[in-house]
């Protein structure tokens, strides 16, 4: 969580850096005229920097660059398949597994690769507690700060309404958000009190102090970005001075002088508050006098297009450009408006027809037994449960303690109506395999564990069964730089223990999920611009090979598999999605009548994020997309 957490401030980071550099630019042309434009671009980035989400358009002023997170965490993983793959090996599907190479791989432990870990996850794994460091030590001075400004003002007097006559040599200054409070020194003349009261007052109408609160807030999580110290600095000065003129136009520009030499006396012997987030102070006398004595009224119409040409400014710099390669559309995803225009290319396959599966819950995985009975996953981690069609699952049980960190999140895989197992990781980092053998009633937990090695409370499980007492795991970590830990288990007691049976960190792609054939074992995986996209092992063979499926059709630069589904009754009958990335984004339908060795195209998927795919038996295909619904294909 905590990874997840800095990553995603890096990025914000990242975006917030490009933001302020174009402010600081604009900043530029807007010298001559009324300050308060110029403090009003300092809003995005304050967005920018307290937010985590932005909308997309096409009018987006901001480059459309990888973020750190996507370039850390999805790296393309390029070791290829060696040829020999010497002692990793594990059995096929049934008993003829060779405990002799099993040995060696769960005596060996770490691989070379695993034990050496890239400076950039060296980086990352440093660079979180430094992080949360730096923003604890800004918090505790905000905090120290506070304490001894409130012990200060505890004498203070008040005058009238929210002000407040303190002794000292300080200068001006408001304290608090909800209840703000104006706290003046003793020194100043009746006209000196009127003009500070009328600024102090504008900073409030305007909600300054809450501002100031967020703006401490942001400079505290992204104290590590000499940038946000600079916009903090320079947003403060262009609120100041907004003030200033704020006043000269309330009160009439014949008291810029006096004003001004008001500033002046309180510059001069009197100490400015600073770094507390609940009260702040009137400092930098020398920019704001010289603003005061270049400040002239704009023109109405002038002003009115500079206004109207900074908020289109602000929307541009508010949004995203479109496809913006975050983790959330990495898979390509396309909008309504790009779907549309598909329509209109010269389709290479027809069109499927597809008709919604009214549910009561969101899925994430399907596996049917027979066209009635089946078991399936949702996307709150409940296990439901059918004997009477895919529209009447009611659940089962509860998985407890899912790790949030887990990109793949559960699996699950069924036998038949009495065997069920579900795949997942706690929130302690440990890999558990739940399941039941008499359809329900009764839930047994299984953890699996790894010689030498140590889940990391993120990454994936996946989870398939052959028959009804062999099964493979499959666990895969979260990608760091290219480097993804994946791991496979198996079973010969119906899920009592799992041992390790191979290493395949070798496997190029990132694996979507695992499943059987007919005495075939097959691992779908996104490729991300490699030319594998399923990979499979026969029973009594070691080695792994890219599955014959199909050509890159013309126009596709890739694709990505999802696991592949076969039938429960006929092992020979299944079905295949792949992900065909070119120009647009595709999901083509496969099928096949032979355990996978031959497949064909049935046509194109009309959905735009398909996640998964089944079979209930009689052709009855169905998909899953990535928001839980479903879906059945004619």
């Not at 973020?67 to 003829?96: C, H, K, L, R």
């Not at 398939?464 to 079973?491: E, I, N, V, W």
């Not at 223990?497 to 779908?524: K, N, V």
């Amino acid at each position: 969580m905590l990874q997840q957490i800095f990553l995603k401030v890096m990025d914000m980071s990242f975006t917030a850096a490009i933001i302020i550099g174009i402010v600081l630019i604009v900043r530029i042309f807007l010298k001559r005229f009324p300050k308060y434009i110029s403090y009003a671009l300092w809003s995005v980035v304050l967005f920018r920097l307290l937010c985590p989400y932005s909308f997309e358009s096409a009018y987006s002023l901001v480059p459309d660059v990888k973020p750190v997170s996507y370039q850390y965490e999805m790296a393309t993983d390029t070791v290829s398949v060696p040829e020999e793959s010497g002692g990793e090996n594990f059995s096929g599907i049934a008993s003829d597994l060779r405990k002799s190479d099993i040995q060696a791989v769960s005596g060996s432990g770490r691989t070379d690769t695993d034990a050496k870990l890239s400076w950039q996850t060296r980086c990352v794994t440093f660079g979180k507690y430094v992080w949360v460091l730096g923003v604890c030590v800004m918090l505790f001075y905000s905090i120290v700060s506070m304490i001894k400004i409130r012990q200060k003002v505890s004498v203070s007097v008040r005058v009238r309404d929210n002000i407040y006559i303190t002794e000292g040599h300080i200068s001006p200054f408001v304290m608090g958000v909800f209840r703000p409070r104006i706290y003046l020194p003793d020194c100043l003349s009746e006209k000196e009190q009127e003009y500070i009261i009328f600024h102090e007052r504008c900073h409030i109408r305007r909600l300054d102090p809450v501002i100031r609160v967020l703006a401490f807030l942001a400079l505290s999580i992204h104290w590590f970005n000499p940038l946000v110290w600079v916009a903090f600095i320079i947003s403060g000065k262009d609120m100041e001075m907004s003030c200033d003129e704020a006043v000269i136009r309330k009160m009439g520009e014949n008291i810029r002088a006096d004003y001004a030499q008001s500033l002046l006396a309180l510059a001069t012997g009197h100490r400015v508050v600073r770094g507390i987030p609940l009260a702040f102070g009137e400092g930098d006398t020398k920019s704001r006098v010289q603003n005061l004595a270049k400040f002239r009224k704009t023109r109405r119409w002038v002003l009115f297009v500079i206004i109207l040409a900074v908020a289109i400014l602000i929307l541009c710099l508010v949004s995203n450009p479109k496809n913006q390669n975050t983790k959330k559309t990495q898979s390509n995803q396309l909008t309504t408006e790009e779907a549309s225009e598909m329509d209109k290319v010269d389709d290479t396959y027809k069109k499927l027809t597809i008709s919604t599966v009214d549910l009561s819950y969101s899925l994430r995985k399907v596996a049917m037994c027979s066209t009635n009975e089946g078991w399936a996953l949702s996307t709150e981690d409940e296990i439901l449960f059918t004997d009477s069609g895919i529209e009447n699952f009611s659940v089962t049980r509860q998985l407890e303690s899912v790790s949030s960190l887990n990109d793949g999140q559960a699996d699950l895989c069924a036998v038949d109506r009495q065997s069920a197992y579900v795949a997942y990781i706690s929130e302690e980092g440990r890999l558990f395999v739940d399941y039941t053998t008499d359809g329900g009633d009764n839930w047994k937990q299984t953890e699996v564990t790894s010689p030498g090695d140590a889940f990391d409370g993120s990454g994936s499980a996946y989870i398939s069964f052959s028959d009804k007492d062999h099964g493979y795991l499959l666990y895969c970590s979260s990608p760091a730089a290219g480097q993804m830990t994946k791991r496979l288990f198996y079973t010969e007691n119906a899920g009592e223990s799992f041992s390790p049976a191979d290493d395949l960190s070798r496997l190029s792609g990132y694996p979507q999920g695992i499943s059987f054939s007919a005495g075939t074992c097959y691992i779908a995986v996104a490729s991300h611009g490699e030319d594998a996209y399923l990979y499979e092992k026969e029973s009594g063979t070691d080695q792994w090979k890219k599955a014959e499926v199909m050509e890159l059709p013309e126009g596709v630069r890739y694709m990505d598999g999802f696991v592949s589904a076969f039938d429960s009754q006929n092992k020979s009958e299944g079905m295949l999605v792949l992900k065909a990335v070119g120009d647009d984004v595709r999901f083509l339908l496969l099928t096949t009548e032979d355990a996978g060795a031959n497949w064909s195209v049935q046509g194109e998927i009309p959905s735009e994020n398909v996640s998964g795919c089944f079979d209930a038996g009689e052709q009855q295909f169905y998909v899953i997309d990535e928001l839980g619904s479903l879906y059945k294909l004619f």
